[in-house]
């Protein structure tokens, strides 16, 4: 599934936060906007509030 592991790594990020007063963010980036659509379904079919998705090109290093 497109995010399968981002999300996976939000919903790892989130058990840690219970156990820890850390909090963070995990960004998915992907090339395709049609892509990066069908990553923001799956964030939202499963109500994860810890990770964003974006139209990124990877090769062009860090987009900050």
């Known amino acids: 599934a497109p995010g399968g592991k ?3 790594a939000a919903m790892l990020m989130k ?3 219970k156990e820890t007063d850390k909090k963070g963010t995990i960004y998915a980036r992907d090339l395709t906007p049609a892509k990066v659509g069908l990553i923001e379904e799956n ?3 499963t109500g994860m509030t810890n990770i964003e998705a974006a ?3 990877g090769t062009l290093g860090s987009p900050s």
């Open 55 to 57: 139209c990124f090109d």
């Open 6 to 8: 981002a999300i996976h």
């Open 15 to 17: 058990l840690k936060e």
């Open 43 to 45: 964030i939202a079919r």
